[in-house]
C-alpha cells in the first residue's frame, strides 16, 4: 500500500509532462490578458457613466463578434467556440458597466 493518498499515480511522460507546462503558461498569459482587458473596460464604462451613454452597444458587440470570428477562423479556432467565448465576456462586462452607471463600481 503506498502512502500516496490518492493511491499509485503512475509517473508522466516527459512529453506530457511539457506539453502541461506549456498550457500552464498559456492559462496563466490568458488570466492576465483577461485582467488587463477588464482593466480597459471599467475605464470605458466610467466613461459611459460619466457621459450617460448606455451599459451595452449592440453595434460595437455585433463587430467584434464578427472580428473575432473571422480572427478565430484564420487562426484554426471554432468561430463558434470563439463567439460563446466573447459572449461571455461581453455579458460580464456590461454587468460591470451597468453597476458603474448605477454607483456601485
Keep these: 500500500m503506498s502512502d500516496d493518498p490518492v493511491g499509485d499515480v503512475p509517473e508522466v511522460p516527459e512529453e506530457l509532462a ?13 488570466v492576465h490578458l483577461l ?7 471599467q475605464q470605458v464604462g466610467r466613461l459611459k457613466a460619466e457621459q450617460h451613454l448606455p451599459p451595452a452597444d449592440p453595434r460595437r458587440e455585433e463587430q467584434q463578434i464578427a472580428r473575432l470570428r473571422a480572427l478565430a477562423d484564420s487562426a484554426g479556432l471554432d468561430p463558434v467556440f470563439a463567439e460563446a467565448f466573447l459572449n461571455f ?10 453597476r458603474i452607471a448605477n454607483g456601485s463600481s
Excluded: G, P
Design 89 to 98: 465576456i461581453i455579458a460580464e462586462v456590461i454587468h460591470h458597466h451597468e
Design 35 to 41: 485582467a488587463e482587458r477588464f482593466k480597459c473596460t
Design 18 to 30: 511539457r506539453l502541461r507546462s506549456s498550457i500552464d503558461n498559456i492559462d496563466a498569459a490568458l
